[in-house]
Each structure stands twice: as C-alpha cells, then as structure tokens.
C-alpha cells in the first residue's frame, strides 16, 4: 500500500512564498510522474504541476513563471515552489501520484492520491 503526505500549506499574503512537500511512503520501486493539483471551493480539481521521472515538467498557464516543482527520485518526494503567489491561488492542494510501481506483484498502481493541504491567500 502506497501513502502519499502532504505539508507545507498555510496562509500566506498576496506576492509571498510557500513551499509545499509531498512524501510517497510504502514498497516503492518508482514513481513515474508526480504532480500537484487543486481545487478551489466551487470549482473543479486542477492540475498545477506536474515531473515525470526524467525530470520533465508541465505547468498550468496560470502558474507559469511563478510556481517550480521538482522532485527527489530517491526519497519519494516531490516539491511545489509557489512564488508570486496571488489571491486566486488558494485552494486546497493535492499530491497525485501516477504509475508507482511498487514490491508488491501486480501492475503498478495509477493515480494515486494525498489527503490535501490548505493554503489560502489573504491579506
């Protein structure tokens, strides 16, 4: 079984810095791409960022510019720089995991989630 941990979220003023954490727990071979999504109240989940694990990345357009992720293949974490950040910024964001091949026989396990981490964005 596979556990993903989220940290980091907190309230923060409009052009601050967060930092979010993501930590994979379990028998874990690989995690092929590792991402960060959210979801604001009335609105639909999102992707914000995403690595896969060569290492490449995909960003929201909103985000772009602002926002890094990256990743430790050795540790099962992945990370989410926020910079710059703006009042439609906040919302509760989620780690998702995909394609984590694990010591347990079977297929490798898709689309994987944490439980959340609030940040809100408020002067």
């Known amino acids: 079984q596979v556990q993903l941990v989220e940290s980091g979220g907190g309230l923060v003023q409009p052009g601050g810095s967060l930092r979010l954490s993501c930590a994979a727990f379990?028998?874990?071979?690989?995690?092929?791409?590792m991402g960060w999504y959210r979801q604001a109240p009335g609105k639909q989940r999102e992707l914000v960022a995403s690595?896969?694990?060569?290492?490449?990345?995909n960003y929201a357009d909103s985000v772009k510019g602002r926002f890094t992720i990256s990743r430790d293949n050795a540790k099962n974490e992945v990370y989410l720089q926020m910079d710059g950040l703006k009042p439609e910024d906040t919302a509760v964001y989620y780690c998702?995991?995909?394609?984590?091949?694990?010591?347990?026989?079977?297929?490798?396990?898709?689309?994987?989630w944490g439980q959340g981490t609030q940040v809100t964005v408020s002067s």
């Open positions: 690595i896969t694990i060569g290492g490449s990345t």
């Open positions: 998702n995991a995909d394609h984590v091949a694990t010591a347990t026989p079977g297929p490798a396990l898709d689309d994987l």
């Open positions: 379990g028998s874990i071979f690989s995690i092929y791409t």
